[in-house]
């Protein structure tokens, strides 16, 4: 059974940072790209970054380069979101979703359609 778990979203002030975490099981993690979407109430889900299979391969959406950094660790099946300097226009419930056909993290990764399997979403909130 295909399982996405994400965790660590919080109530953090303006400024501050928080590290996402996606644990993944049931495929292979290994062939596998992985993308965070953001989505507000009643908006359609937007790309915030993927990594590609190896981890060689990042993108981010404009407004989170530079302060968000993806990474994986292939023992631990979990793909990491680092946030930093966070705004409150980056509150948010923020999911994982996997992408099991190559290529991964390619030219349309921010296209929601691409990917197989989704997680429940962690809700992140920003403010004084």
């Known amino acids: 059974q295909v399982q996405l778990v994400e965790s660590g979203g919080d109530l953090v002030q303006p400024g501050g940072s928080l590290r996402l975490s996606c644990v993944a099981s049931g495929f292979r993690f290994g062939y596998s790209g992985i993308g965070w979407f953001r989505q507000a109430p009643g908006k359609e889900r937007e790309g915030v970054s993927c990594?590609?299979?190896?981890?060689?391969?990042?993108e981010y959406a404009d407004s989170e380069k530079g302060r968000f950094t993806i990474s994986r660790d292939k023992v631990k099946n979990t793909v990491y979101l680092q946030m930093n300097s966070l705004k409150p226009e980056d509150k948010d419930v923020y999911y994982c979703?996997?992408?099991?056909?190559?290529?991964?993290?390619?030219?349309?990764?921010?296209?929601?359609?691409?990917?197989?399997?989704w997680g429940r979403g962690t809700p992140v909130t920003v403010s004084s």
């Open positions: 990594i590609n299979n190896s981890g060689g391969r990042t």
């Open positions: 979703a996997a992408d099991l056909q190559p290529p991964f993290c390619g030219g349309e990764w921010n296209y929601s359609t691409w990917y197989n399997y």
